[in-house]
């Protein structure tokens, strides 16, 4: 399986404790340059650049050209170069959370996991307590969507 992950599913899941999930989830995860730049950022979270800073084995780093994207959506780099690799490797799926740039993948074809999504799946397969992990979500700076949507899969995860 080949997944590209943007910066957001990496930051948030350093900060509350469950990057592993990802390892767990796929095996292997991708991110283009821009990705790595943002993880390393002066003003990204001290945990953050310390993990990244000791990449593990299950990351991986690569270049991309931006000529296969022609995005309809103002991008951020990230959000841009995700998208790219995504389609040059035929990827399976992209980790993002950025609305723009999702919109902008789905529109490309490519199927999209945002931070709920992968934390609801790693859920049912046991690797975390999802009631517990939103709680820790919830110390961070990380926009939760509408209430309605937060309550409906607290719902589903509980059943």
């Given at each position: 399986?080949?997944?590209?992950?943007d910066t957001s599913p990496i930051n948030y899941?350093?900060?509350?404790?469950?990057?592993?999930?990802?390892?767990?989830?796929?095996?292997?995860?991708?991110?283009?340059?821009?990705?790595?730049?943002?993880?390393?950022?002066e003003k990204t979270p001290t945990e953050v650049k310390a993990w990244i800073g000791a990449c593990p084995n299950w990351l991986e780093v690569r270049q991309v050209g931006l000529s296969l994207l022609t995005p309809q959506r103002e991008l951020g780099g990230g959000e841009r170069e995700v998208i790219a690799l995504a389609v040059a490797l035929n990827a399976d799926a992209v980790l993002m959370d950025d609305r723009d740039g999702t919109k902008e993948a789905r529109r490309n074809n490519i199927t999209v996991f945002g931070t709920f999504a992968l934390l609801d799946k790693a859920a049912e397969r046991a690797l975390l307590d999802f009631s517990a992990v939103l709680a820790r979500l919830a110390q961070t700076t990380f926009r939760f969507p509408p209430a309605a949507v937060v309550a409906a899969m607290l719902e589903c995860s509980d059943a």
């Open positions: 399986m080949i997944i590209v992950a899941r350093v900060l509350i404790g469950v990057i592993d999930i990802l390892k767990e989830l796929f095996g292997r995860v991708i991110i283009p340059q821009a990705v790595l730049g943002e993880l390393q950022h």
